[in-house]
Structure formats: C-alpha cells, structure tokens
C-alpha cells in the first residue's frame, strides 16, 4: 500500500471508536476526495469495514469506518463454514434448509433496526445497506440488478453454495419481507460473472 493508504489504515486500527470522514481528513491532512479514495480501496480489499452512522434528523446517514476485525472474521468464517457442511450432509433439501435460516437472521436484524429508528425504513435501501455492512461490496445498477462484488464466506460458497448463497438470498428476503416489502421478486445468481454475484433486488418493493 502507499503511505497514506497505510496511515489511515494505521489510524483505524489505533483508534477505539469508528472515525467518519471529518475524523479522518482532519487527522490525515488529506483530501476528502483522495481520502475517500483510499477508505474505497481499503473497504474492498476487506481491511475496513463500513457502516452508516444512527441517522439524526434528515438526511442520510454518514459513513463510519473501522478497521476489520480479523480474528472476529476468521471465527465467523469458520463457525459458518462447519454449519454449512452439516447442512448439505444432513438436511433433506439443504437449499430449502438454508433460505430458511437466513430469512429468520434477515427478519431479526431488521426488527433490531427498526427497533431504533423513527417511522417506517425503504425496505430495499435497508437491504442495500445491510449487505454493504456485511462485506458484500454491493454496486447497485439501473436496471434493478445489485452486483455483490465480494463475498464474506467465498471459501465456503464455492464449497457448498446451494446452502451459502440460499442462506444470503433469504437474507435479503427476510429483511425486505420485516420492512413491509414484496421479496418474491429478489432472486440471486450465484457467481453470474468472474468477480460477482448478481442480486436481483426490484426497485419498487411494495407489498
């Protein structure tokens, strides 16, 4: 990395709290724009996380960021890993299984949201930013189609992916479904290209 992308990531991990952006560029002297920059390329290659800071009036709600937990990934990784295995060896439709369990995780993580904010959520914006929490990289496009550039669990995917990818699909539906929207039109194409997977994710959610 070049020394400012190295600084600021020296300045994630440091610190105690997550840093926005007017942390960051008062610390580091850069430029906004060269310092969103680095915060981009940090956040894709998985060394930063990035979340929305809790919104406060109108407005959304400005990015945090953090340094990756490691150690916390790698647990996660393979608690996932071991529970993905044993539902492709013993559930009778592993898909079916999957979907399943991720619905009822999409569903509760939004109850969680919706329990600390004010008035009803956008149902797709909230799925967006969920998976954008998660590590997906998701690059929204025009036509309804939500390329998910990274995936927090690839090892595992490509290992089992009729249980990984069904358990991110129901996700996403799950949470939808929790804001008040129509997820039967939310589907998922597991390694659609060489670096994505593709989320189609209907603009318009509307029960």
């Known amino acids: 990395m070049s020394p400012s992308r190295t600084r600021v990531l020296d300045l994630l991990t440091r610190s105690a709290e997550p840093l926005g952006m007017a942390e960051l ?8 724009n060269t310092l969103r920059g680095h915060l981009e390329a940090l956040v894709e290659t998985g060394l930063v996380d990035r979340r929305r800071a809790t919104p406060i009036g109108r407005g959304r709600p400005a990015w945090l960021y953090t340094a ?6 790698s647990e996660y990784a393979a608690l996932a890993s071991t529970l993905a295995s044993g539902l492709a060896t013993s559930a009778p439709d592993p898909a079916a299984a999957g979907a399943r369990a991720g619905e009822g995780w999409g569903r509760e993580l939004a109850r969680q949201r919706l329990s600390r904010m004010n008035g009803p959520l956008d149902p797709r914006s909230e799925a967006l930013a969920a998976l954008e ?24 995917a490509r290992k089992h992916p009729e249980v990984v990818c069904a358990v991110h699909l129901g ?4 949470m939808v479904s929790e804001h008040g929207g129509d997820p039967s039109g939310t589907t998922l194409e597991p ?3 060489d670096d994505s997977c593709r989320l189609h994710l209907p603009r318009t959610l509307s029960s």
Do not use: K, N
Request: with cysteine.
């Open 25 to 32: 560029t008062a610390a580091t002297g850069l430029h906004a």
């Open 133 to 156: 929490e998660f590590g997906f990289a998701p690059r929204d496009t025009p036509v309804d189609v939500v390329e998910l550039t990274r995936c927090p669990l690839l090892d595992t």
């Open 68 to 73: 990756a937990d490691e150690s916390h990934t």
């Open 191 to 193: 390694f659609a290209t």
């Open 171 to 174: 996700l996403v539906r799950g």
